[in-house]
Every structure is written in C-alpha cells, then in structure tokens.
C-alpha cells in the first residue's frame, strides 16, 4: 500500500470533503490499480474520513441567485462591517482545491464598501497572489487608467474576482471552483449594491450570467445581475495582448458612465 506522506492525506482529506459539500459520497476507481494510484482513494466512502475541523457558525447563504431584488439594503454605514464578516467566514479556507496549489493570500476584493461601480475580474495573478490585493500588477495598471479615464479614482469603485485564489499558472477557474467562491462574490455585491457591475472578460460574464455566451454578444448593452445593470468588457489582460480593442472596451465604460450620470472624458492615448 502507497504510504502517505501528511501533506498528501491532508489534500486528499480536504479533496474529499470539497466533494462532499458538492454531494458527491462514493468514489469509484478507473481501471486497474496501478503503482501510482492511491489506494485511500479508491475505495475511500466519506465514513472513513478523519474527524472534520470544527466549522465555524455560518450565517445563512443566500442561493446563489442571479437577481438579489429581494435582499434588503443594508445602510452604508454598515457595509465594511458586513463585508470584515464575510471575510471572517471565509477564514483560511480550504474549500476548494485552488487552496492546495501554491497560493500565498485569499485576494477578497478592495475598494470602497459603498461603491456604486463594481469591477469583477477572474481570479488573482501572481502579484495579486502576492500583495493580497485584486488587479495591481500589468492588468491593474491599465484598469487603473481605465477607471481614471471615467472620471473616477480606484479607492471610490470596488474591485474583485470570480475567484479569491491564484489559479495555477494563471489557468481559467474549474467551474467547481468558481461556483464554490462566486457565493462570497455574490454575497460582497449583495452588501455593496453596487448601480452597475463591468464584468472584465468572459470568466466573469459566465458567472456573473449563470451561462456561457460569447463576449462579442454580450459587450455593448445593459444586462441585469443581482439587482445591478452589468456591462460586460475585455479583460484588461486581453486589451494588453491586443491594444487595437481599447475603443471598444472604452464605449463599454462609457455605458457604466452614461448609467451613473458621470460626465464623458476624453479617451486615453494608452
Ligand atoms: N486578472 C484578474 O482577473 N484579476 C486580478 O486580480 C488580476 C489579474
């Protein structure tokens, strides 16, 4: 039998319970056991797990629900109370298995509790994973210029992601993944309530939808999600491989701008 080293069963322990909480019990081996297969995993039923570490009381989680029409305001003063509690709950979690493959900070999100404009991109990249904060390396820079064209500065918008994890090698969320982290995202927005929500890409347009439909349908016109209009733009990391899109993320923002009531600039040379 392979011997485990502590490392490995703790990963394959939380592996477990990340299905579990999926509603996944029984797990069947393919094929014929080899010398590189784990035996734990081949037979394992959940019963056989180690005690679970005590979880902390939860409040109730809203479904993750594309709408939220029917969550009640919470006044603005309260809202970075409500956000520090979110945080709390999501601890130093191990949820998924984006928390077993080298990541070095959760990255909740920044920015003001009470913004009226919300950015959510897809997930940390390695300066983000880094610093603990979204969107402060190359992509950060530009959303940055970005944000400024419109007009504002980056400390009165809120910024955030699909996921709060590095992915590694910076490889688009598992739709587990995703799906596990998007119900603390959609709790920040329900605090927040922002008036209008920029997806940054297609990453963000999937789940802040619910489906998959290509960007070039949804860019260009107001859509709904969770009581916000959603406007859905390029990815700042994809306006840096390819600048010629610039003025066309640039109308979209225009959009959000026309929807807050914020006066057009002139659009940026960079
Ligand atoms: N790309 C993202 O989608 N999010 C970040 O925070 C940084 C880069």
Redesign the pocket.
Same mark, same amino acid.
């Given at each position: 039998m392979t011997q485990l080293t502590p490392e490995l069963d703790q990963a394959i322990q939380a592996r477990i319970r990340y299905y579990r909480d999926l509603g996944i019990y029984d797990f069947y081996r393919r094929g014929e056991p080899t010398s590189e297969s784990i035996p734990e995993l081949e037979s394992v039923s959940v019963t056989n797990l180690a005690p679970e570490p005590p979880i902390p009381a939860r409040k109730p989680t809203p479904p993750p629900l594309i709408s939220a029409a029917s969550v009640e305001s919470i006044p603005a003063a309260g809202r970075a109370a409500e956000l520090q509690a979110i945080r709390e709950e999501i601890g130093d979690c191990t949820r998924c298995p984006l928390a077993f493959q080298g990541r070095h900070s959760i990255?909740f999100g920044d920015g003001d509790p009470n913004a009226r404009l919300m950015f959510i991109?897809?997930? /940390?990249?390695a300066d983000?994973d880094m610093q603990g904060l /979204?969107?402060v390396?190359r +992509?950060?820079q530009l959303l940055n210029n970005m944000i400024a064209a419109m007009g504002l500065k980056r400390t009165e918008v809120y910024i955030a992601?699909i996921v709060k994890c590095r992915p590694p090698q910076n490889r688009v969320p598992e739709p587990e993944e995703a799906k596990t982290c998007t119900q603390f995202l959609f709790r920040q927005i329900d605090v927040i309530r922002p008036q209008v929500i920029v997806a940054?890409?297609a990453t963000a347009a999937t789940y802040l939808f619910g489906g998959k439909s290509p960007l070039a349908r949804l860019r260009g016109r107001l859509h709904e999600a969770r009581g916000a209009k959603l406007i859905v733009t390029y990815?700042p +990391?994809y306006l840096l491989r390819d600048p010629t899109q610039k003025k066309e993320a640039w109308k979209d923002l225009q959009l959000a701008m026309a929807e807050l009531g914020l006066k057009p600039v002139p659009r940026p040379e960079n």
């Amino acid at each position: 039998m392979t011997q485990l080293t502590p490392e490995l069963d703790q990963a394959i322990q939380a592996r477990i319970r990340y299905y579990r909480d999926l509603g996944i019990y029984d797990f069947y081996r393919r094929g014929e056991p080899t010398s590189e297969s784990i035996p734990e995993l081949e037979s394992v039923s959940v019963t056989n797990l180690a005690p679970e570490p005590p979880i902390p009381a939860r409040k109730p989680t809203p479904p993750p629900l594309i709408s939220a029409a029917s969550v009640e305001s919470i006044p603005a003063a309260g809202r970075a109370a409500e956000l520090q509690a979110i945080r709390e709950e999501i601890g130093d979690c191990t949820r998924c298995p984006l928390a077993f493959q080298g990541r070095h900070s959760i990255v909740f999100g920044d920015g003001d509790p009470n913004a009226r404009l919300m950015f959510i991109g897809e997930g /940390p990249g390695a300066d983000e994973d880094m610093q603990g904060l /979204p969107f402060v390396g190359r +992509a950060g820079q530009l959303l940055n210029n970005m944000i400024a064209a419109m007009g504002l500065k980056r400390t009165e918008v809120y910024i955030a992601n699909i996921v709060k994890c590095r992915p590694p090698q910076n490889r688009v969320p598992e739709p587990e993944e995703a799906k596990t982290c998007t119900q603390f995202l959609f709790r920040q927005i329900d605090v927040i309530r922002p008036q209008v929500i920029v997806a940054l890409g297609a990453t963000a347009a999937t789940y802040l939808f619910g489906g998959k439909s290509p960007l070039a349908r949804l860019r260009g016109r107001l859509h709904e999600a969770r009581g916000a209009k959603l406007i859905v733009t390029y990815h700042p +990391a994809y306006l840096l491989r390819d600048p010629t899109q610039k003025k066309e993320a640039w109308k979209d923002l225009q959009l959000a701008m026309a929807e807050l009531g914020l006066k057009p600039v002139p659009r940026p040379e960079n």
